[in-house]
């Protein structure tokens, strides 16, 4: 049975820095695609970021320059180093499983229970 387990999230001011963690359990994801989706309060889930099985790597575009992924295919693990954090990346932070195309949720085949990342103004 497939589980993707987050952690790392907290309460943040801005400015500051968080790093998220995925570890994934059940099967080998070397050749799959991970990602990281966040929802806000009221709002429907957005793609933050993506990496792929060959390590091809996608941000959305309020991300890029402040959030990194990476992976460590060893622990079957992705990361999410977010950095300079703002108000409006107050969310619930899901880890995915995916062939992403598109970085669309709809791509994903599994997905973690989420963490809650709240950054203070």
């Known amino acids: 049975q497939v589980h993707l387990v987050e952690s790392g999230g907290g309460l943040v001011q801005a400015g500051g820095s968080l790093r998220l963690s995925c570890a994934a359990s059940?099967?080998?994801?070397?050749?799959?695609?991970m990602g990281w989706f966040r929802q806000a309060p009221g709002k429907e889930r957005e793609f933050v970021a993506t990496i792929s099985w060959s390590g091809l790597l996608y941000y959305a575009d309020s991300v890029k320059g402040r959030f990194t992924i990476s992976r460590e295919n060893v622990l079957n693990t992705v990361y999410l180093q977010m950095n300079s954090l703002k108000p409006e990346d107050t969310a619930v932070y899901y880890c995915?499983?995916?062939?992403?195309?598109?970085?669309?949720?709809?791509?994903?085949?599994?997905w973690g229970q989420g963490t809650q990342v709240t950054v203070s103004s």
């Open positions: 995915a499983v995916g062939a992403w195309r598109k970085n669309r949720e709809d791509e994903a085949s599994y």
């Open positions: 059940g099967r080998n994801f070397a050749s799959y695609g």
